[in-house]
């Protein structure tokens, strides 16, 4: 079993920044990939991003490509996804996803890569 927390969220300007932390406890955290995903109202969750489990592999929506980045502090058993020149468009609520099976980076890319996820945490971008 692997429980997960994201926290960061919150209501920003477009053009801000803010950074999500996912924790994450019941395994060992340095043993399996991550990722990140998002859903607005209305629409499916779409993936975001993903980092393995060493940390030396991560890859991103073409959306969110040069503007987030997602990394991972084994020691504090905590993945990262820091956003930047936030757009309206990604208003949403957040999600982080373990992939605790060992899934290859194709399968991380949907939300049948992930074996548990968290809560999610509201990201708000106003113009």
């Known amino acids: 079993q692997v429980q997960l927390v994201e926290s960061g969220g919150g209501a920003v300007q477009a053009g801000g920044s803010l950074r999500l932390s996912c924790a994450a406890s019941?395994?060992?955290?340095?043993?399996?990939?991550m990722g990140w995903f998002r859903q607005a109202p209305g629409k499916e969750r779409e993936f975001v991003a993903a980092i393995g489990w060493s940390a030396g592999s991560t890859f991103y929506a073409d959306s969110v490509q040069g503007r987030f980045t997602i990394s991972r502090y084994n020691a504090k058993n905590t993945v990262y996804l820091q956003m930047d020149s936030l757009k309206p468009e990604d208003t949403a609520v957040y999600y982080c996803a373990a992939d605790v099976a060992g899934r290859g980076q194709a399968s991380r890319r949907g939300s049948r890569g992930y074996d548990y996820w968290g809560q999610g945490t509201q990201v708000t971008v106003s113009s």
């Open positions: 019941g395994r060992t955290f340095g043993s399996y990939a």
